[in-house]
């Protein structure tokens, strides 16, 4: 049973050489490599790496956006006996130099120009780089640094050394072991310097094996791969899956045609973070609401039989003759056309992670007939912990425990994880992962959780945030952050409250959602700053919260983390200032500390506070923007216990 | 960092042209040459003759006085189709695409010299027509790439930004697969973000390419950036001409952008 991916690829090429494997849009048009074209490939790079000098137990480095090459070349990677390193194809060249540092990088394969010049800026630090492959050869023709190859390049000198050296690729290959590492992932490093964990071929192939056999996955899916190669989602689905399942990845065009991409393929099997899902419902929305008045009459009465019975009906439950005859209907006039739009129509099984979806998102996804799910897992287990099975899939849960994982709660409240997906160690650093796997195997995962009768796991908030108000009451900042996130004209939102008496709340608006809002009142604005600033806009914000206040007083134990005072933000949290990471979570403390003067003023109690902050441009450029900002109340409830009492 | 582009030989050469529009004198002596592979900028303020001189260039206007050499054969006035033919491409200063049609049909319009079969065939979609056909969709795709405007391939230009309506006149005149590309104020109106989009490809069409490029643009520090020499005209005369260090101190220059102090 236990494999590497190198054997896997090689066997869907012997058994069957001629099924699509991997396309990619390119003069656009849908190109298709085959099993067999996709094998060949992965050879010729494994020897072209080997001609290089490329040795058993090295790491190469990929920053590259979703390309064929990228997928090939992870595999290849792993057939000498290598290891993949994806990294984040938008972090800057600073941000890149720990990692290569770290991992003793001297090979590293670059999508384009853009990446080459990055690459090449950080080898002025580290000069251990010394090969940069490079897949689009646009911009590079006059570029004579040393050490820098084209795919083709490489791809031709791979040839030749096969030819020179016959049978070698096979013994390297052979060489290859379940238990060897197949991939090092960097975390994003929402607590200081990012670590590489180490996953092993087995565990990967176990846990995809797992998603696998839990959703039926077969040959005929396809799948649209365009979340970046460095998280472990996509490694999880396009990578590893892909593999063991042997359906066919499809590459998109450019990042800005995903959409357009998405509804030409129509994949079968889709795997989102909440906010593509939020994007997609926002657009809809918005299109929505600039329809004609009979249309949005439909549309509305149509949703709201679908939220009645949609989930029903897509979970097996029984529904009444008459309604079922009214979705089929609607189905037809409303949701068909709409899971089109949206490129879903021949969605059979979606996932989401990453982050918490709001209520009428998933909700109206799955109403809708998308069978969107939830999945629960992080890079040390490979995404892969608990996930949600057909027909008791729930909102507030992120399923039971995945085929060949255990799960256990601390005292403290921590979720622990034992089980194929758990992590080898953290590369280079044992202290590290002695900290997070004990004696007997059971991996931390620093999220707070609780396990219901079901055996379904409900996670709350990040172990290490939960704090405590002054007054003793539980503080989970995470919780109340998503609860306002859920709101389409809040985009982020930053809580403080550990040792203090009362909740303060930072807030990003949508540009894009309120924006529309604001049109829409006849409310003129001057861009970001200017908007997050009317006092119009601030009110509608303070709705929000009064509504998350409402629906907190009502929960047992969470009525005194009301949110007491909020601010809007002048400007959008950014992982190129760091205070987000690259996969858009809050670095709270980072941004406690950078925000400290409006920290300060919300507890003083002021309604007005300047500041000035630093931002830096895609390009590394540094400016700064300055703002006077408005404070205010937020409505808080009284307890529901009172009330009820 | 990188190797030097290699600049050729004249390619173009323009002597002593004059412009007349009844008493109004819009291009007087007008001489200077264009190298193979260079960018050259014609630089100047507003009605100094900039886009006269390229009209002339390009066969639109017939010159009163003067000739224009282009790759060795000599004429007194252009012909516009002749010109095109001879593998000189233009954009306009004032956007002039098909507003209805895509940003494909748009680029393909682009192919039209150098599309052979007949207009029957073509209808019909037939044998060589079709075969044709794919040959150009193929070479217009690789625009669309090089342009990086995938996104909207399909959308009617009508409909797009202004800058990327800029990116889609290039590439209608990059379809031409000119040897000379005139290009008028492309960063006309544009905001600066765009204008950086559009000096890249100007580059790049250079680079990639080897095009011979004539720019013509207001935006001084574009021209100083982007250009191998630099021509200046002030009220339809050459006050100044040679590399951008050259020009930029160029008393002249200063006193036609300035004024007098």
């Known amino acids: ?645 | 960092m990188t190797t030097p582009k290699k600049i050729g030989d004249v390619i173009l050469d323009v002597r002593n042209i004059s412009l007349r529009f009844g008493g109004v004198k819009a291009l007087t002596d007008i001489s200077f040459d264009v190298r193979e592979h260079e960018i050259r900028a014609i630089i100047g303020p507003n009605g100094a003759g900039k886009s006269s001189m390229l009209n002339c260039i390009n066969g639109v206007y017939a010159p009163q006085e003067g000739s224009i050499t282009f790759r060795g054969r000599t004429f007194s006035h252009m012909n516009s189709r002749q010109v095109a033919e001879m593998g000189v491409a233009r954009t306009f200063q004032n956007l002039a695409l098909f507003k209805g049609m895509s940003v494909i049909d748009n680029i393909m319009s682009g192919r039209n010299l150098k599309i052979k079969s007949n207009l029957l065939l073509q209808a019909l979609r037939w044998g060589p027509a079709e075969r044709e056909e794919i040959r150009h969709r193929e070479f217009v795709e690789r625009i669309i790439d090089f342009l990086e405007i995938q996104a909207w391939r399909k959308t009617p230009v009508g409909q797009l930004p202004y800058g990327l309506q800029k990116r889609v006149d290039l590439g209608r005149a990059l379809a031409m697969e000119p040897q000379v590309l005139l290009l008028d104020e492309p960063m006309a109106g544009m905001n600066v973000e765009e204008k950086q989009d559009m000096c890249r490809f100007v580059l790049d069409v250079n680079d990639e390419f080897g095009t011979t490029i004539v720019l013509i643009e207001h935006d001084m520090g574009v021209v100083m950036d982007i250009s191998d020499r630099v021509v200046v005209l002030d009220y339809g005369k050459k006050i100044g001409d040679g590399t951008p260090g050259d020009v930029r101190g160029n008393p002249d220059v200063i006193r036609a952008y300035l004024g007098n102090s």
């Open chain 1, 1 to 645: 049973m236990t494999t590497t991916f190198p054997h896997l690829l090689l066997r869907h090429a012997a058994e069957r050489p001629d099924a699509p494997a991997l396309r990619e849009k390119e003069y656009g048009i849908w190109q298709t490599r085959t099993w067999r074209e996709a094998a060949s490939t992965v050879r010729h790079m494994a020897c072209g790496l080997r001609a290089l000098g490329f040795e058993r137990g090295q790491n190469l480095a990929f920053v590259s956006d979703n390309r064929p090459h990228v997928y090939l070349g992870f595999v290849a990677v792993q057939s000498v006996g290598g290891v993949p390193i994806p990294l984040y194809q938008d972090a800057v060249a600073a941000e890149m130099v720990f990692v290569m540092q770290d991992a003793d990088v001297a090979f590293a394969f670059a999508e384009n120009q853009e990446q080459v010049d990055k690459l090449l800026e950080v080898r002025e630090s580290v000069p251990g780089i010394a090969h940069i492959i490079y897949d689009d050869p646009r911009g590079l023709r006059h570029y004579d640094q040393p050490g820098l190859v084209s795919t083709a390049d490489l791809l031709a000198l791979g040839a030749a050394w096969d030819r020179e050296h016959p049978g070698a690729w096979e013994a390297l290959a052979a060489q290859v072991a379940p238990d060897d590492v197949s991939v090092i992932l960097y975390t994003s490093g929402t607590t200081g310097q990012p670590k590489g964990v180490c996953q092993t071929h087995a565990s990967f192939i176990a846990s995809a094996r797992g998603g696998v056999e839990v959703d039926g996955l077969s040959p005929a899916d396809n799948v649209i791969s365009y979340l970046p190669p460095a998280w472990v989602g996509d490694h999880l689905f396009s990578t590893a899956q892909w593999l063991v399942a042997g359906f066919t990845i499809n590459c998109p065009e450019s990042a800005a045609t995903v959409q357009i991409d998405l509804r030409e393929i129509g994949p079968t099997y889709y795997f989102a973070p909440p906010r593509v899902f939020e994007g997609m419902l926002t657009s809809v929305s918005i299109r929505m609401e600039d329809a004609s008045a009979p249309k949005r009459w439909l549309f509305e009465r149509c949703m709201a039989l679908a939220r009645r019975v949609g989930a029903d009906l897509l979970d097996g439950r029984p529904v009444g003759g008459w309604d079922r005859f009214c979705y089929a209907l609607a189905d037809a006039a409303i949701y068909g056309p709409l899971r089109n739009v949206m490129g879903l129509s021949r969605i059979r099984v979606a996932y989401t992670a990453g982050a918490a979806i709001g209520p009428d998102l998933f909700r109206f996804f799955r109403s809708i007939g998308v069978n969107l799910k939830q999945l629960y897992g992080q890079t040390e287990t490979c995404a892969y912990v608990c996930i949600q099975r057909n027909g008791q899939v729930q909102l507030n849960t992120v399923g039971a425990a995945a085929p060949g994982i255990e799960l256990k709660i601390a005292d403290n409240g921590e979720v622990l994880v034992k089980g194929v997906s758990v992590l080898k160690e953290y590369y280079k650093r044992p202290d590290a992962t002695a900290e997070v796997i004990d004696a007997a195997g059971w991996f931390r995962t620093g999220d707070a959780g609780v396990i219901d009768a079901a055996g379904q796991l409900r996670i709350i908030d990040r172990a290490k945030d939960v704090g405590r108000l002054a007054g003793g009451a539980m503080f989970a900042p995470n919780y109340i952050e998503n609860k306002l996130k859920f709101f389409q004209y809040i985009k982020e939102a930053v809580c403080f409250g550990h040792g203090r008496d009362q909740v303060c709340a930072f807030v990003n608006i949508d540009f894009e959602a309120v924006g529309n809002w604001a049109e829409r009142q006849g409310l003129p604005y001057g861009g970001y700053v200017d908007l997050a600033a009317k006092p119009q806009v601030i009110a509608l914000i303070g709705d929000c919260i009064a509504q998350v206040n409402a629906d907190l007083a009502a929960e047992p134990g969470m009525a005194d983390t009301q949110v007491a005072r909020f601010l809007v933000l002048h400007k959008e949290l950014d992982p190129d200032d760091d205070e987000l990471t690259r996969t858009r979570k809050v670095r709270r403390k980072f941004v406690a500390e950078k925000y400290g003067v409006l920290v300060d003023a919300l507890y003083a109690g002021r309604t007005e506070q300047f500041i000035e902050t630093q931002v830096k441009f895609e390009d590394g450029r540094k400016g700064s923007v300055s703002a006077t900002l408005q404070l205010a109340d937020a409505r808080t409830y009284p307890a529901a216990a009172q009330r009820a009492a």
